[in-house]
């Protein structure tokens, strides 16, 4: 482990102030992307799928403890993104999958299951129609972190690139 | 046995730490309403308060203008009902003289801004920059010049962070106030309904929301918002009344907490009859 794994440690704070300042000011009918989940799943491919999972799991208890949400639902549903993120970190797929447009099917896929569960612990009421939640609470979500997962990424190293 | 469990681990090493991470998860999640959990919350939340406080200020200034409009149309508007409930007043205060009524004290408002945001469109959460050194304790209710906010949930010395009510954790007694009915408001993730309304009851679109005095948390009537529809299914036994609140919760930025505490007597009185 080397200096450069502490960097997401570091960041998270940063990425938080953004999160609870600026970005609610883009939010769309309450939808707001997800910053924190975009450097865990960036971290996660970059560093392994342990890295990942233990990174999700340390902003998920941040972020409950610093934005009064359940305490324990942002923890798991952050641990399962980064698990999930894991998956396309080795060292043949990591430069494939950070550096292109690939990267926002991965932070989708994160988005999804990070939501939904997050969303479950959330949402417990029997009248609320499932496939209603899942829609709401959790592609719609997921499909505006993806949109900036690509302009904060990828946008920035193509433009670096040429 | 130890070389089975090295190969296990070095197998699996990945599945161990989801799971062992996500039982720690779940435990915390259990322990939300611990005492030492809440206070950990308390110091965590007001420590980061401070710094998005100077961060949300640069931010404020910008929609001030458009605030100040929107004040300015309410302080006339207030005005004239002011004058009209002054009139009022005064016979209100000869009546109770006359009746011998207690005479109600006006509450306390405790001001404060709006530091950070945590929008999700189940648990909606706002901190605030006012805290248990300015007397704010969990469970006041927090109003604007429109009406209803939140409640309360936790204190620390400088910052308080509030349920606003788009957070389906929190449910408010409510009551019509040109019909009297009492109901329960609650925010299912789309809307704010007030459940279980039998169907003889007395509801019409236009109706104004306030909160109930029979509200265990909110004691005093705070306007909370106008009925907009009325589901009245056929088939079923109860109506489901649609809310439109007057505070647009999203925007809301300088605000008032209102200083009041259930009275303990009360509440003791209550718990011993029901035993």
Same mark, same amino acid.
């Given at each position: 482990?080397?200096?450069?794994?502490?960097?997401?440690?570091?960041?998270?704070?940063?990425?938080?102030?953004?999160? !609870?300042? +600026?970005?609610?000011?883009?939010?769309?009918?309450?939808?707001?992307?997800?910053?924190?989940? +975009?450097?865990? !799943?960036?971290?996660?491919?970059?560093?392994?799928?342990?890295?990942?999972?233990?990174?999700?799991?340390?902003?998920?208890?941040?972020?409950?403890?610093i934005a009064?949400?359940?305490?324990?639902?942002?923890?798991?549903?952050?641990? !399962?993104? #980064?698990?999930?993120? #894991?998956?396309?970190?080795?060292?043949?797929?990591?430069?494939?999958?950070?550096?292109?447009?690939?990267?926002?099917?991965?932070?989708?896929?994160?988005?999804?299951?990070?939501?939904?569960?997050?969303?479950?612990?959330?949402?417990?009421?029997?009248?609320?129609?499932?496939?209603? +939640?899942?829609?709401?609470?959790?592609?719609?979500?997921?499909?505006?972190?993806?949109?900036?997962?690509? +302009?904060?990424?990828?946008?920035?190293?193509?433009?670096?690139?040429? | 046995m130890i070389k089975f469990l090295s190969n296990a681990w070095?197998?699996?090493?990945?599945?161990?730490?989801?799971?062992?991470?996500?039982?720690?998860?779940?435990?915390?999640?259990?322990?939300?309403?611990?005492?030492k959990v809440q206070k950990v919350r308390a110091i965590a939340f007001g420590s980061f308060s401070t710094v998005s406080s100077v961060f949300s200020n640069l931010f404020n200034t910008a929609r001030i203008t458009e605030e100040n409009e929107e004040l300015r149309k309410a302080n006339a508007e207030l005005m004239m009902q002011?004058?009209?409930?002054?009139?009022?007043?005064? *016979?209100?205060?000869?009546?109770?003289?006359?009746?011998?009524?207690?005479?109600?004290?006006?509450?306390?408002?405790?001001?404060? *801004?709006?530091?950070?945001?945590?929008?999700?469109?189940t648990q909606h959460t706002i901190t605030l920059n006012a805290g248990l050194k300015d007397s704010v304790k969990p469970g006041m209710p927090v109003i604007n010049y429109s009406g209803m906010i939140g409640i309360v949930h936790s204190s620390s010395d400088d910052f308080s962070i509030v349920r606003t009510l788009k957070n389906v954790d929190l449910k408010l007694t409510v009551k019509n106030e040109r019909s009297r009915i009492h109901g329960i408001m609650k925010w299912d993730g789309e809307e704010f309904i007030i459940v279980n309304i039998p169907k003889t009851f007395d509801f019409e679109i236009g109706d104004r929301i306030i909160t109930s005095e029979?509200?265990?948390?909110?004691?005093?009537?705070?306007?909370v918002g106008l009925v907009q529809e009325i589901d009245d299914v056929e088939t079923e036994v109860f109506k489901r009344v649609k809310v439109k609140p007057f505070v647009d919760l999203l925007s809301v930025e300088n605000l008032f907490i209102v200083g009041i505490v259930n009275s303990t007597q009360k509440q003791n009185l209550e718990l011993n009859f029901y035993r």
């Open positions: 482990m080397n200096w450069r794994h502490l960097i997401p440690l570091i960041i998270f704070f940063p990425l938080l102030l953004l999160q !609870v300042t +600026i970005i609610p000011l883009i939010s769309i009918e309450s939808i707001v992307p997800d910053l924190l989940l +975009i450097a865990v !799943v960036y971290s996660s491919i970059l560093y392994g799928q342990i890295y990942g999972t233990v990174l999700g799991s340390v902003y998920g208890i941040l972020f409950d403890l009064g949400s359940l305490l324990g639902s942002s923890m798991l549903s952050k641990t !399962v993104a #980064g698990f999930i993120a #894991g998956y396309y970190s080795s060292e043949t797929k990591r430069e494939k999958y950070l550096n292109s447009y690939s990267f926002t099917f991965v932070v989708f896929l994160c988005a999804l299951s990070d939501t939904a569960i997050y969303s479950f612990f959330s949402s417990w009421d029997f009248n609320i129609n499932l496939f209603r +939640i899942l829609f709401n609470y959790s592609l719609l979500p997921s499909i505006y972190t993806t949109v900036l997962s690509s +302009i904060v990424i990828i946008i920035p190293y193509k433009k670096s690139f040429n | 070095s197998n699996f090493k990945e599945y161990v730490i989801l799971c062992l991470l996500v039982i720690l998860s779940l435990i915390l999640l259990s322990q939300n309403q611990n005492q002011i004058s009209k409930l002054r009139e009022y007043g005064i *016979t209100n205060e000869q009546l109770r003289g006359l009746v011998g009524l207690k005479d109600s004290s006006s509450l306390p408002l405790i001001p404060a *801004t709006v530091v950070s945001k945590s929008l999700s469109l029979l509200s265990s948390i909110v004691p005093v009537p705070l306007p």
